[in-house]
């Protein structure tokens, strides 16, 4: 199994820590004034953190999925050259090559 690189910190805080911050600010506010106004705002700034988290977790699956395609590119690159599919060990070289970029 190949490790995945550490996330910055800055990314977690844009990733999550804001999103939960907006929603948390959202309930707060229909807390401290429980007016349908009130509950029509603290709605729409929960959706908007909700929105902003969700964003972000569709923008990666969909940037994860690059890296499944670009292995099967090398996988099928490995049996064009040699005329049959790799063994498990052979394909994992070929793995940790494609993410050195080697």
Same mark, same amino acid.
Request: no cysteine; net charge negative; hydrophobic share 50%.
């Given at each position: 199994?190949?490790?995945? +690189?550490?996330? +910055?910190?800055?990314?977690?805080?844009?990733? $999550?820590?804001? +999103?939960?911050?907006?929603?948390?600010?959202?309930?707060?506010?229909?807390?401290?004034?429980?007016?349908?106004?009130?509950?029509?705002?603290?709605?729409?700034?929960?959706?908007? =953190?909700?929105? &902003? &988290?969700?964003?972000? &977790?569709?923008?990666?699956?969909?940037?994860? =999925?690059?890296?499944?395609?670009?292995?099967?590119?090398?996988?099928?690159?490995?049996?064009?050259? $040699?005329?049959? &599919? +790799?063994?498990?060990?052979?394909?994992?070289?070929?793995?940790?090559?494609?993410?050195?970029?080697?």
């Amino acid at each position: 199994m190949v490790s995945r +690189p550490s996330t +910055p910190l800055v990314l977690i805080v844009v990733r $999550h820590v804001i +999103p939960a911050a907006v929603v948390l600010l959202g309930v707060v506010w229909f807390a401290l004034e429980p007016s349908v106004l009130a509950a029509e705002g603290a709605a729409g700034v929960v959706g908007a =953190g909700m929105a &902003w &988290w969700l964003f972000g &977790w569709l923008y990666r699956k969909g940037v994860e =999925g690059e890296a499944d395609r670009d292995d099967e590119d090398a996988v099928r690159a490995f049996f064009d050259e $040699h005329g049959r &599919w +790799p063994t498990d060990a052979e394909e994992a070289q070929l793995r940790r090559r494609g993410a050195t970029g080697a």
